[in-house]
């Protein structure tokens, strides 16, 4: 079965500091990873897409078929940047029905 | 533009009760979903209209859940008979057509006392 795992329910790190936040996914055909954030009493909303391959408020997140990760980085965390942030698989072919992650919270510390 | 609307914002109902949460997507978008975030958990999908199409509701925990959508434009998810276990953070998100990014509603918090 497709499954998507963030295996850290919290991150905390001071700002300044380099920040990763794990996601790995199973599933045999090619899917397409998204991470979606949620800032505080704000919607959840489209941070990035691994086809799009941009930098979106200095985040960053490559796509490793061969260990099936899609890991959310950014080299220098901002107090902005705490949040709840999600990773979702859409399967190949599908029409976009997600499967998410259970999330990180991301605390950045002044 | 305006965004995904959902109402109401939040719902508190007695056990056994059955309740309807509606939304309203972004006008145009031919894609609409239903996603479901209890507490301590992810998100859990559990809808999609697309258009005109047969909707995929291979999501739906049980038969007490059913969605329409009508006129390809506002859908309504409603719960019958609703158990404690049915609380949680009723999300709908729209987009273009399927497989597009998807654009959130600030969801429905339903509670089940």
């Known amino acids: 079965a497709q499954r998507v795992t963030q295996p850290e329910k919290l991150l905390s790190v001071f700002k300044g500091a380099p920040v990763e936040l794990k996601c790995n996914y199973s599933y045999s055909g090619s899917p397409e990873l998204f991470w979606y954030v949620q800032y505080s009493r704000q919607r959840l909303q489209l941070l990035l897409r691994?086809?799009s391959r941009e930098s979106i408020k200095g985040f960053t997140a490559d796509l490793n078929k061969g260990e099936t990760s899609f890991h959310l980085k950014k080299p220098f965390a901002q107090e902005e940047d705490s949040a709840m942030y999600y990773c979702a698989l859409n399967r190949s072919g599908n029409t976009g029905k997600l499967i998410f992650g259970q999330g990180t919270t991301l605390q950045v510390k002044p | 533009g305006a965004g995904v609307s959902q109402s109401p914002s939040n719902k508190v109902t007695e056990k056994g009760k059955d309740v309807e949460l509606r939304c309203d997507p972004i006008?145009?978008?031919?894609?609409l979903y239903w996603y479901r975030q209890s507490l301590g958990q992810g998100l859990e999908f559990l809808i999609y209209f697309q258009g005109n199409s047969a909707p995929d509701k291979s999501g739906l925990p049980s038969d007490r859940f059913s969605a329409e959508r009508t006129g390809g434009s506002v859908s309504t998810l409603t719960i019958q008979r609703t158990q404690q276990e049915d609380s949680a953070v009723y999300l709908c998100?729209?987009?273009?057509?399927?497989?597009?990014?998807?654009?959130f509603g600030d969801g429905t918090r339903l509670s089940i006392l």
């Open positions: 691994h086809i």
């Open positions: 006008s145009g978008h031919t894609a």
């Open positions: 998100a729209s987009s273009r057509t399927g497989g597009q990014p998807q654009h």
